[in-house]
């Protein structure tokens, strides 16, 4: 009862063997493609790979897809396209012939579109201690080494959380934050040295030698990719004078500061975007009074939550009681868990 192209699809997909997808694969495949400026490759492409690489066409297909998924920038513009057409659509979830329609509209993957949606129609709420205590005490008790999305998706309902704030704190109970140390730096720059992209092999791999999380060795990795330069103040002056004349300072609050000029910025100051996107935070941070008082209240607090960094809606409040800055707050804990820093 099928059509003659699903039988020919089917025998096609039998014939074709799959082989073994090594790191060395992917990595050619990611070359090969930033070559040709992320094109779609043609068929006598997909061939040529097909017998160069001993892979199955299906695996170079779908590895392509990520890959051209991954590279393209889902900007303001194209992120304004799925928001309108989800509020036309009363923000419903596109079917498959929907979300074909917003990738061509936007030029963007198919996995970008799912995760925007997702975070358009993901109300977010306050995170509060006894919420992460509901989930971190079943999660003890049952010994879960992972959670289903049954799971996740009644504790969005019972405690009034969003299915992002829920993951995240699933994912922080599952993945406590390690020790890290300098050998342990080494050992991610060894690893990573020569890689172009650090995939989920490799930071499979960091996890098990290193015993931190994978958010520690992400960052652990940014750290390392970074070109620093020397902060001087004629440095800041002009970031500061450049962020003023051209995006005026009330219009770093909202998403107009999506428009800065990075790339400009981080050129003529021989900074690291890190550095340069750290002063602009400043800018718009405005900074309290940091009393003894203050910083002993987050030492309490710490203690009170196991010795774990504030996620983003827990650092919010820490902002209204204390009536201080983001960086503040984040300095500050940052000093008190690690004196060393």
Not at 73 to 87: A, G, M, N, Y
Not at 147 to 170: G, M, Y
Request: hydrophobic content about 30%.
């Amino acid at each position: 009862g099928l059509p003659r192209r699903s039988i020919a699809r089917l025998i096609s997909y039998e014939l074709d063997e799959n082989g073994d997808l090594t790191e060395a694969k992917k990595e050619r495949l990611a070359t090969f493609l930033e070559k040709r400026n992320f094109e779609k490759p043609t068929t006598q492409e997909i061939n040529s790979l097909h017998k160069e690489l001993e892979l199955s066409k299906s695996q170079i297909h779908k590895q392509v897809s990520i890959i051209r998924d991954s590279h393209k920038e889902v900007s303001p513009e194209k992120r304004d396209i799925i928001k309108k057409w989800l509020i036309v659509n009363n923000f419903q979830s596109p079917d498959s012939n929907q979300v074909r329609m917003l990738m061509e509209k936007a030029n963007i993957g198919r996995q970008q579109v799912y995760s925007f949606v997702s975070r358009l129609k993901d109300v977010k709420s306050v995170v509060t201690n006894d919420k992460i205590q509901t989930i971190e005490s079943h999660i003890r008790e049952h010994r879960l080494s992972s959670v289903n999305a049954a799971q996740i998706s009644k504790w969005q309902s019972e405690l009034n959380l969003s299915r992002k704030q829920t993951q995240d704190i699933v994912y922080r109970i599952l993945n406590p934050p390690g020790e890290i140390t300098d050998s342990k730096k080494d050992l991610i720059a060894e690893r990573i040295k020569g890689a172009s992209r650090v995939t989920n092999t490799i930071l499979c791999e960091l996890r098990d030698v290193t015993q931190l999380n994978t958010t520690q060795i992400r960052g652990v990795i940014r750290t390392l990719r970074q070109k620093n330069g020397k902060i001087t103040p004629e440095k800041k002056k002009y970031i500061e004078n450049w962020i003023v004349e051209n995006v005026g300072l009330t219009s770093l609050q909202g998403k107009s500061a999506l428009t800065i000029d990075w790339k400009h910025l981080v050129d003529h100051t021989n900074l690291s975007r890190a550095q340069v996107q750290r002063i602009v935070s400043n800018m718009k941070d405005d900074r309290g009074n940091l009393t003894e008082d203050k910083v002993q209240y987050l030492r309490d607090w710490i203690q009170e939550n196991g010795n774990k960094k504030p996620i983003k809606d827990q650092v919010l409040q820490l902002q209204s009681e204390l009536l201080l800055s983001r960086s503040q707050i984040h300095e500050t804990v940052s000093r008190i868990l690690d004196p060393g820093c």
